[in-house]
């Protein structure tokens, strides 16, 4: 195999490079033709799988021997990469729309709580059905009126007081969460065990006020097929480099983070802040 160069390198009419991306039959770098050797493999093939314009996995393809597949199996090959994605797609939508329903209702109750006059702490963490359920979290810490009152697993008084802090001092305006507050957070290490994610919701920021969601620590076992940070070997001269030669699984331990948060309690929860605050203002008078 004998690469030829593209000529011009760069496009006369765009003033960029040539966009190879709706190409079939193109070169492959040298140093995947090493990594096909380290496997034991003399081709491949491969096929992306688009969901919501972005990429979300890969089919990937070899043989031990030359495989020339003709244009009617590498099309029913894309086709069939086009049919996965839509199938993620349509059950991504379907999860996103179940669990707004519930979130929707979840919200709709605590904010007839709120306004039946039970008082705040009572509304959200004593019902049937409370802000733990609403922002899926184990732990609640609300700072509100320049009191502290915790609720499930949550950092102790003087840990959640350090870190509404240094909420203060970052800035934190907005309904924003993280899936590892250690990584965010120096202090967020003396608790990782109760609270390595949090979901902020500021209600007075410049005051100190803040409804925060605590998840747990949950450890993960993740493994590679050979260790990641030796995935790229570089020569003496930094410039040339070759690709890993062990494929033996490689485990990887994932500590102080939560279950990552998805968007749709990220929105329900900026949705359930503007009723808070509107609630909230309401009650001054």
């Known amino acids: 195999f004998t690469p030829v160069r593209l000529y011009p390198v760069i496009n006369p009419i765009t003033q960029s490079f040539i966009d190879l991306s709706d190409c079939n039959i193109r070169s492959v770098a040298s140093v995947h033709l090493e990594y096909l050797g ?11 799988l688009i969901v919501n314009d972005g990429l979300w996995g890969l089919i990937s ?13 590498c099309t029913v090959f ?14 991504e939508k379907e999860t996103d ?21 039970t008082g705040i702490s009572d509304a959200l963490v004593k019902g049937e059905q409370t802000i733990l359920d609403l922002l899926n979290v184990e732990g609640i810490a609300m700072c509100l009126d320049k009191t502290i009152k915790l609720f499930g697993k949550t950092p102790d008084e003087e840990q ?10 970052e800035g934190a305006v907005e309904t924003q969460a993280t899936s590892s507050i250690s990584h965010l957070y120096e202090g967020g290490n003396q608790f990782t065990d109760v609270a390595s ?19 747990p620590e949950v450890i993960q076992q993740v493994n590679w097929g050979g260790n990641p940070n030796e995935a790229i070997q570089f020569e003496a001269d930094n410039k040339n480099y070759h690709p890993r030669h062990s494929f033996s699984t490689w485990q990887q331990q994932v500590k102080h983070t939560s279950l990552p948060w998805h968007q749709q309690e990220i929105a329900i929860a900026e ?10 203002y309401k009650n001054q008078f």
């Open 160 to 169: 959640t007081r350090n870190l509404v802090q240094w909420l203060q001092l």
């Open 97 to 117: 729309y179940r669990l707004g329903e519930e979130l929707q209702s979840i919200r709709s109750y605590l904010a007839e709580r709120l306004y039946a006059g």
């Open 78 to 91: 894309e086709l069939l990469s086009d049919v996965i994605a839509a199938k993620i797609a349509a059950l």
């Open 38 to 48: 380290n496997m034991g493999v003399q081709s491949s093939m491969s096929t992306r």
């Open 197 to 215: 994610g949090m979901i902020i919701l500021p209600v007075r920021p410049e005051s100190g006020e803040y409804i925060i969601g605590f998840r």
């Open 271 to 280: 949705q359930f802040r503007t009723m808070f605050l509107q609630y909230k």
């Open 61 to 73: 393809c070899h043989h031990r021997t030359a495989f020339h597949p003709g244009y009617e199996m």
